[in-house]
Structure formats: C-alpha cells, structure tokens
C-alpha cells in the first residue's frame, strides 16, 4: 500500500525556518517524481514544488522561489522541504504528492494527510 | 503563468441533481488538465485526469470534457457523498490549481 506520512510541521515566527519530511512506503520512491502542494486556511490548493526522481531537476512557484528547497533521499525513501524566511502568508498545510506520468499525461496519484504549518509571532 | 479561472465558487444542488463546473486556462493546454475532489480534513483525491478519463475506482457518474481553454467537470446524478471541494490542475506548464468549487446539499 502506498503511503506518504509528512511531519515537522508547526508554530514558528516570521523570518525562521522549518523542514518538512515526507517519509515515502509502499513504492520504488526512487522512480517517481514527487511534488509539494499547500493549502491555507480555509483557501485553495497551492502547488509549491517539484522534484524528478533523481533530484536532478527542480521547479518552484515563484511565491517561495529563493525562500524553499526541495530535496529528496532515495536511500531513505524521503522528501524534504525546507523552508526559510517564512512568512505569515505561508501558513498552510503542506502535503506531498507522487505524479504519476505517463508519456501524454501527469497528475498526482497519492497524497500525504499533511502538516500544518503556522507562521505567527 | 498559466492561469485557471474555475466556476463557480461555490453551488448548492438536490441529490439527483445533474452538476456542471467549469474550469478556463489562460492559454492553450490541449487536454493536460486534471480533477480532483477534496472532503473537509482530507487529502485531494484524484478523479479524472486528461480532461476526459476517469480514474480506477471513481463511479461513472462523474466526468470531464474539454481541450484547449475550456474544460468541464460534471456530476450526473448528484449523491449525499459527492459534498465536497473539486479543484482543476493544469499541467502544460509545471502545474496550477484552479480556485476551487465547494458543492453543497441543497
């Protein structure tokens, strides 16, 4: 059974930081590509980044590009997030998501439950 | 940027009600759009990806149609579990989510 579990979440104040794990099971997490996806309170989803299954190529949405690194270990089977310079317009919570792509298609087939993240003095 | 304008907000329907949401892209993504539907607490789930293809497992009262700008989701016959948020995503472009439709029992 596929499973993707976040933690690290939690209150931390404007200007710090956070990492965030995605601890991966129940696939070969070194062939897949792997996102992060946020949603604030109350909001709507946010796709934040993205990591091929190499770690060789990376994207970010310019809300947190210069802020995030995406990172991933695939001899432990982990994602990571780590986030810097952290904002109150960061508070959500982060999911990770596998993609799954074919040769015409992408879309994100497994999520976490999520970790939340508040930023807040 | 691609942007995804998703319509409406927000709807109210009976069970048994026959559902439309429609989702627009700012420019051209051929069918590399996807649905999925998201309950209160929970993760999303995904329901049809390509525009038209219903994924394993999801009932066939929900489809999707579309290509190019112009894209719709639809609920043939609207039952009590189906309340929920269902958002578009583009993928042409690294990916974006539309705003979101929250569906409501009438």
């Known amino acids: 059974e596929v499973q993707l579990v976040e933690s690290g979440g939690g209150l931390v104040q404007p200007g710090g930081s956070l990492r965030l794990s995605c601890a991966a099971s129940g696939f070969t997490f070194s062939s897949y590509e792997m996102n992060w996806v946020r949603q604030a309170p109350g909001k709507g989803l946010e796709w934040v980044s993205y990591?091929?299954?190499?770690?060789?190529?990376?994207y970010y949405a310019d809300s947190v590009k210069g802020r995030f690194t995406i990172s991933r270990d695939n001899a432990k089977n982990s994602l990571y997030l780590q986030m810097n310079s952290l904002r109150a317009e960061d508070t959500a919570v982060y999911y990770c998501a596998r993609e799954h792509c074919s040769s015409t298609s992408c879309h994100f087939d497994y999520w976490g439950q999520g970790t939340l993240v508040t930023v807040s003095s | 940027d691609i942007q995804m304008t998703q319509s409406p907000s927000s709807l109210s329907a009976s069970v048994g009600d026959r559902v439309t949401i429609t989702c627009q892209a700012s420019q051209d993504i051929s069918n590399y759009l996807n649905w999925y539907q998201q309950k209160p607490g929970k993760a999303p789930k995904l329901l049809i990806y390509?525009?038209?293809n219903l994924e394993t497992g999801v009932p066939s009262r929900f489809s999707g149609s579309g290509s190019g700008t112009d894209f719709t989701f639809t609920i043939s016959s609207l039952q009590p579990e189906d309340i929920a948020t269902y958002y578009c995503q583009q993928y042409d472009n690294l990916y974006t989510f539309g705003q979101g439709t929250k569906l409501e029992i009438k």
């Open positions: 990591i091929s299954s190499s770690g060789s190529t990376i």
């Open positions: 390509d525009a038209s």
